[in-house]
């Protein structure tokens, strides 16, 4: 089956910034749209930002201006440049996928989740 991994979570202090990455493996043919979700403590997953294979994006109210999401189409991977950070953004951040992949419907995928805190 298709595969992501996420990477670059941590902590950082507040106003500093941290790069996200997720790569996709597997059979894949296409990968449309790609994004990021994030969940706090008690609350719901919440929608980050998207982007289409043809550039695209969507964002949260609440990060527009602030972060900015990117992917490379031929490594299938997408990143997450999260600057200016606030307390508020600190939340486990998933990597999302919607992959159409060979013999396969298409169908979405979930990374395991990268921790990111942002606290000093």
């Known amino acids: 089956q298709v595969q992501l991994l996420e990477s670059g979570g941590g902590l950082v202090q507040p106003g500093g910034s941290l790069r996200l990455s997720c790569a996709a493996s597997?059979?894949?043919?296409?990968?449309?749209?790609m994004g990021w979700y994030r969940q706090a403590p008690g609350k719901q997953r919440e929608l980050v930002a998207t982007?289409?294979?043809?550039?695209?994006?969507n964002y949260a109210e609440s990060v527009k201006g602030r972060f900015t999401i990117s992917r490379d189409n031929a490594k299938n991977t997408v990143y997450l440049q999260m600057n200016s950070l606030k307390p508020e953004d600190t939340a486990v951040y998933y990597c999302?996928?919607?992959?159409?992949?060979?013999?396969?419907?298409?169908?979405?995928?979930w990374g395991q989740g990268t921790q990111v805190t942002v606290s000093s």
């Open positions: 597997g059979r894949i043919l296409n990968i449309d749209p």
């Open positions: 999302n996928a919607d992959v159409r992949a060979w013999a396969s419907s298409k169908r979405d995928y």
């Open positions: 982007i289409t294979s043809a550039g695209s994006t």
